[in-house]
């Protein structure tokens, strides 16, 4: 059973950066291809990023592209989330997944963290 914890969340100017990270207990991250979705008020939670086992191929929401990069460190069990040029429209709550399948659909990934919030300010 594989716990996920999200940190690093937070408030920001719109143009700034935050960076999220994932610490994963009770199983081993390099598994998993892990992912991140995120979740505005009101909203259906969406695709955010994802990225390999091995962390050699990732994909990104339209949305994010050229903006924010996610990475692993499989030594730390741990995955991040780089987040640059940050826009209102980015406010939401981010959750962590781990699946079996690299994947940009939710129901491929089998463990989610509790999210972090993100406030971005205009």
């Known amino acids: 059973q594989v716990q996920l914890v999200e940190s690093g969340g937070g408030l920001v100017q719109a143009g700034g950066s935050l960076r999220l990270s994932c610490a994963a207990s009770?199983?081993?991250?390099?598994?998993?291809?892990m992912g991140w979705f995120r979740q505005a008020p009101g909203k259906e939670r969406e695709f955010v990023a994802t990225?390999?086992?091995?962390?050699?191929?990732?994909t990104y929401g339209d949305s994010v592209k050229g903006r924010f990069t996610i990475s692993r460190d499989n030594a730390k069990n741990t995955v991040y989330l780089q987040m640059n040029s940050l826009k209102p429209e980015d406010t939401a709550v981010y959750y962590c997944?781990?699946?079996?399948?690299?994947?940009?659909?939710?129901?491929?990934?089998?463990?989610w963290g509790q999210g972090t919030q993100v406030t971005v300010a205009s």
């Open positions: 990225i390999t086992r091995s962390g050699g191929s990732t």
């Open positions: 009770g199983g081993t991250v390099s598994r998993y291809a």
């Open positions: 997944a781990a699946g079996v399948q690299y994947s940009v659909f939710q129901r491929e990934y089998g463990y």
